[in-house]
């Protein structure tokens, strides 16, 4: 049961945008929680869409942005923003951000939050993209933390070996079954099997390309078992080029961005993760949640404390795409471990449910009153 409040929170959520990444759907879906258990929620979002479903107020810093980003438009944003949290004075904001620009973190964190209780969330095991490259410059964007919130406990372990004094905790992202629940029963024109693979195109962080080598060396084509891939990058034409060479455009589907990818993930018989790293991969808890076994590396951060070994999934030996194509082969062979994964797969990341994790999250706002 949520913890409730004698007084609702006056509660705000910093990210750069509300749609397309883990840190933006983790937002909105716990907007959507703090509003439903009575708090007063606000949205800071620095540039991007607004696609996800989210609650409360919003305060959309791009729309202040002009075609150059002049000298005078950053200051209007600057202050727009100083003026909006002293004119809402927040119980708590949480920023959910990378922190590559020092200077415009300095300022942020001591000129714009300094009257509130202040967590920031680390959400990628490559911490470089949130803490500058000494301890010094460090501590002076993170001094004013109340807590550093971690979405898994390596991150955690990796912060604190680094900085041993930071208030560190982990809470993991939540899961929004209900609306999940009211997606999966959409209709998928699709009539044939396949495995999934969802993740931006824009890097090689999802390494698409060592999949697409790997389902090709497998037995899934054989079998007639498709490879779909959602996403959209600058490296997608690199992929489609690389599924021709290797005489396969007919059985590798590209389909790009789509608005609903929990149908996907409900009809595949395996979905598929070869991240170099990770923080907390929302596809793997959705995927599980739609009730469809995971194969993942057992990459730094997230997989090994979501995955199950052969109850909800494979955890791949990192790195190792001859052992990936292996479990590939054994999911789609072995009836009964498939069968017994995908039988547990929702049961096994019912703790990471909205409820469970929004939660986690008010408990802490009511710690550091």
């Known amino acids: 049961?949520?913890?409730?409040?004698?007084?609702?929170?006056?509660?705000?959520?910093?990210?750069?945008?509300?749609?397309?990444?883990?840190?933006?759907?983790?937002?909105?879906?716990?907007?959507?929680?703090?509003?439903?258990?009575g708090h007063l929620v606000h949205h800071v979002v620095f540039a991007g869409e607004i696609k996800y479903k989210y609650s409360g107020e919003l305060l959309h810093l791009e729309t202040l942005k002009d075609s150059k980003n002049s000298y005078f438009s950053r200051y209007k944003r600057f202050k727009a923003l100083k003026k909006y949290?002293?004119?809402?004075?927040?119980?708590?904001?949480?920023?959910?951000?990378v922190k590559e620009l020092f200077l415009q973190e300095f300022i942020i964190s001591n000129y714009v939050y300094n009257k509130s209780t202040l967590i920031y969330s680390i959400r990628s095991f490559m911490t470089n993209l949130y803490f500058p490259n000494t301890d010094f410059l460090s501590n002076l964007i993170y001094k004013n933390a109340k807590k550093i919130v971690t979405v898994s406990k390596s991150i955690e372990d990796k912060v604190h070996d680094k900085f041993k004094t930071y208030p560190l905790q982990t809470i993991y992202n939540p899961i929004d079954f209900e609306y999940i629940d009211n997606l999966i029963n959409d209709k998928l024109d699709e009539d044939f099997n396949y495995v999934l693979a969802i993740g931006r195109m824009s890097n090689d962080v999802k390494q698409l390309?060592?999949?697409?080598?790997?389902?090709?060396?497998?037995?899934?084509?054989?079998?007639?078992?498709?490879?779909?891939?959602?996403?959209?990058?600058?490296?997608?034409?690199?992929?489609?080029?690389?599924?021709?060479?290797?005489?396969?455009?007919?059985?590798?589907i590209f389909k790009g961005n789509v608005l609903n990818p929990f149908i996907f993930?409900?009809?595949?018989?395996?979905?598929?993760?070869?991240?170099?790293?990770?923080?907390?991969?929302?596809?793997?808890?959705?995927?599980?949640?739609?009730?469809?076994?995971?194969?993942?590396?057992?990459?730094?951060?997230?997989?090994?404390?979501i995955i199950i070994q052969n109850e909800n999934g494979i955890l791949v030996e990192n790195q190792n795409f001859e052992a990936f194509k292996v479990a590939m082969n054994e999911m789609v062979s072995n009836k009964d471990l498939y069968l017994h994964c995908k039988q547990n797969a929702r049961s096994s990341v019912e703790r990471f449910s909205l409820e469970n994790i929004g939660n986690q999250w008010l408990q802490l706002f009511n710690e550091l009153k």
Do not use: W
């Open 85 to 97: 949290f002293n004119v809402n004075s927040f119980d708590v904001v949480v920023d959910f951000r």
């Open 265 to 305: 993930m409900k009809y595949a018989k395996i979905v598929l993760l070869t991240s170099k790293n990770e923080g907390f991969p929302n596809v793997i808890l959705e995927s599980l949640a739609c009730e469809t076994p995971v194969i993942a590396f057992d990459c730094q951060s997230g997989p090994s404390e």
């Open 1 to 37: 049961m949520a913890l409730e409040t004698i007084k609702p929170l006056r509660i705000c959520l910093v990210s750069v945008s509300l749609s397309g990444g883990g840190a933006e759907r983790c937002a909105a879906n716990l907007s959507n929680y703090f509003l439903d258990k």
């Open 209 to 252: 390309d060592k999949l697409i080598e790997t389902y090709a060396a497998s037995d899934l084509p054989l079998k007639n078992i498709k490879l779909i891939l959602l996403g959209e990058g600058i490296l997608k034409e690199e992929y489609e080029k690389l599924a021709l060479k290797l005489h396969l455009q007919e059985k590798i």
